[in-house]
């Protein structure tokens, strides 16, 4: 009995906490359909109206489908890159012996401490060197490379048996042989888990497109959404109607797998070593 009164605690908090996640997004769906003198009344009602057509207005403001697809390709290439680079490095770290591969791990790390607005100045001095200001590269090339994708992976390769390196050397196995044939297929729960990582941090991505793009072509949909800020006035109601429809793909890609990321993460072998 007390532990079934055990259960029914930890699922009313449970939902208590996913409640509380869900509140804001409820609340930009109630201002989305509100009129405009509701938007600002106190106490704020939480009913929804049928207002619907301000997403259509919504809509129709920008051209969201080239936003929609702007962000899909760099968010892609970036996850190609990344993870490219983060197989490579966590790889090396695990299999490969060389002196002072701790101490290179250890700084990996390090980065994970430093804040991401360190960042912002000494990347746009080194990509307007390159002139690849207000192209997609200069939203792609500075996160090309994933320190929470190095350290989830390096954990994964190194509690794989040793046996399965040996039995790869005995049969003429090198180590990008090895690492193809026999590594990846092995993690790929933690690479769904990194690409999904890399995936939202992109789609999320707003104050490193809005310093180094000025043209409509190249932007991504978070600064679409910056273009409802207007110095005057700002429209609350098209804003949360627009915020709505460009979280949505989010939100339904991490339903979908969601199952993966508790494998990727959770899984014993991924967490070893």
């Not at 800020?229 to 979908?256: E, G, H, K, Q, Y």
């Not at 959770?266 to 967490?271: D, K, T």
């Amino acid at each position: 009995m007390v532990r079934l009164g055990r259960r029914y605690v930890r699922a009313l908090i449970s939902l208590g906490i996913g409640l509380s996640f869900l509140f804001p997004l409820y609340i930009a769906l109630v201002t989305s359909l509100d009129t405009k003198a509701d938007v600002f009344q106190f106490p704020p009602h939480l009913t929804l109206d049928g207002r619907i057509g301000v997403y259509v207005r919504a809509w129709n403001m920008f051209p969201w489908m080239m936003y929609f697809g702007n962000t899909l390709f760099i968010a892609f290439v970036t996850i190609v890159i990344a993870l490219s680079t983060s197989v490579l490095a966590a790889y090396a770290l695990s299999f490969i012996e060389f002196r002072g591969r701790e101490w290179v791990f250890s700084l990996i790390l390090v980065v994970l401490m430093i804040p991401s607005e360190a960042h912002l100045i000494p990347n746009f001095v080194i990509l307007a060197m390159m002139n690849l200001i207000d192209t997609y590269w200069a939203q792609i090339l500075p996160y090309g490379a994933s320190v929470f994708g190095i350290f989830l992976l390096r954990q994964f390769f190194l509690s794989l048996p040793k046996d399965y390196w040996d039995a790869a050397r005995i049969d003429g196995c090198g180590h990008l042989r090895y690492l193809w044939s026999v590594a990846l297929p092995l993690s790929r729960p933690i690479l769904f888990t990194v690409s999904l990582y890399i995936f939202i941090g992109s789609w999320n991505s707003l104050m490193w497109p809005l310093m180094v793009t000025q043209s409509h072509n190249v932007q991504p949909v978070e600064v679409a959404l910056a273009h409802f800020l207007d110095n005057n006035s700002v429209d609350w109601r098209r804003l949360s109607a627009a915020s709505l429809f460009t979280t949505m793909p989010v939100i339904l890609l991490f339903l979908l797998l969601q199952r993966y990321i508790i494998r990727g993460i959770a899984r014993g072998e991924g967490i070893q070593g």
